[in-house]
């Protein structure tokens, strides 16, 4: 095992034994470790050469914490809106003595407000729907920057239904790059940040699941 895996190994042991709140729905080290840190392998690739990444939705720290091993050159935030998460995430991240992470506790429309088109990438693993996660992440992202997301079966439905309306977000049409082997479904979706988002966003908290931008 090299040394980023036997680090997040770590990791994956220390999510199965905390008790301040349940931060994956896997337990178990190993399960941990082959099922939700290893899945977050494939992102590191879309990570920038250099600059500020979120990770937004972050729950336990993935894929944040995973590109922190890899890439401690870059300056990383996890964002999540439930404090108990961000203090036991907060409490893993020193425990493993990883520099390079900030954790906040805020919804992503409140944050985007007032770090409006900073980060150089803008992720989230199981937040929401690929056209929902799209709104929620565009506008923290700079021009030249990157939005991507996890998806799996359901990735194509859920892109058809945007109808080509990205560029409402300032985002480019959709690239998907599957991983996992030849029977999976897993992949990554990937936008390019290709103009300013409209001011109009991020709207107000919860609106992004109920009135999608592009009907």
């Known amino acids: 095992m ?29 399960d ?13 690739e879309f990570l920038p050469e250099k ?16 590109w922190a091993v890899y890439r401690p050159d ?3 935030t996890l964002l999540d809106s439930v404090n108990k998460k961000c203090m036991a995430v907060k409490e893993i991240i020193d425990a493993l003595e990883i520099s390079n992470i900030e954790v906040i506790c ?40 990157h939005v991507i997301t996890f998806k799996g079966e359901k990735v194509h439905e859920e892109i058809s239904e945007v109808n080509n309306n990205w560029h409402k977000l300032g985002l480019s049409e959709p690239s998907l790059k599957f991983y996992g082997g030849d029977d999976s479904s897993k992949c ?13 966003f991020p709207r107000r908290a919860g609106l992004a699941g109920t009135k999608f931008f592009w009907e």
Not at 12 to 25: H, N, Q, W
Not at 51 to 66: E, N
Not at 188 to 200: F, L
């Open 2 to 30: 090299n040394p980023q895996k036997s680090i997040l190994y770590k990791y994956s042991e220390l999510l199965a034994d905390c008790k301040r709140a349940r931060l994956t729905g896997t337990r178990g080290t190993d």
């Open 32 to 44: 941990i470790f082959n099922l939700q840190v290893m899945d977050c392998i494939p992102s590191v």
């Open 51 to 66: 600059g500020k990444v979120i990770d937004v939705g972050s729950g336990g720290g993935l894929p944040g914490i995973v």
């Open 74 to 76: 870059l300056k990383i």
């Open 106 to 145: 805020s919804r992503s429309e409140d944050y985007a407000k007032i770090n409006r088109e900073k980060f150089d990438l803008a992720a989230a693993r199981a937040l929401s729907s690929a056209g929902v996660t799209a709104e929620l992440l565009s506008p923290l992202v700079k021009i030249g920057g």
């Open 188 to 200: 990554i979706v990937s936008w390019e940040k290709i103009s300013r988002c409209p001011a109009m």
